[in-house]
């Protein structure tokens, strides 16, 4: 079993900063893909960003140029650092892992419980 702890959510204006970081813990042999999505009220959820564990990165349109992701191998962490933040960027974040756990034969997807993000005009 894998489990993940997000943490960095908070109130911030519009402009402001804010860094998420996502570790996970647990039975972990290998992590391929690692990421961020995020779920505003009354909205489905949706992807934010992706990082490969060849640290290949992919973006939503409305978050290019403002966010980075980026992982740390050895923390089996990832972050998700959020600049020019807006309004529209308020909603809760979810961190996504795709594991292997020892003795498993494949690999499966985790989510993280969320972290709320809210942005301020």
């Known amino acids: 079993q894998v489990q993940l702890v997000e943490s960095g959510g908070g109130l911030v204006q519009a402009g402001g900063s804010l860094r998420l970081s996502c570790a996970a813990s647990?039975?972990?042999?290998?992590?391929?893909?690692m990421g961020w999505y995020r779920q505003a009220p009354g909205k489905q959820r949706e992807l934010v960003a992706t990082i490969t564990s060849g640290r290949t990165t992919n973006y939503a349109d409305s978050v290019k140029g403002r966010f980075g992701i980026s992982r740390d191998n050895a923390k089996n962490t990832v972050y998700l650092q959020m600049n020019s933040l807006k309004p529209e960027d308020t909603a809760v974040y979810y961190c996504n892992v795709e594991a292997r756990t020892t003795g498993a034969p494949r690999g499966d997807g985790y989510w993280g419980r969320g972290t709320q993000v809210t942005v301020s005009s």
């Open positions: 647990g039975s972990i042999f290998s992590i391929n893909a």
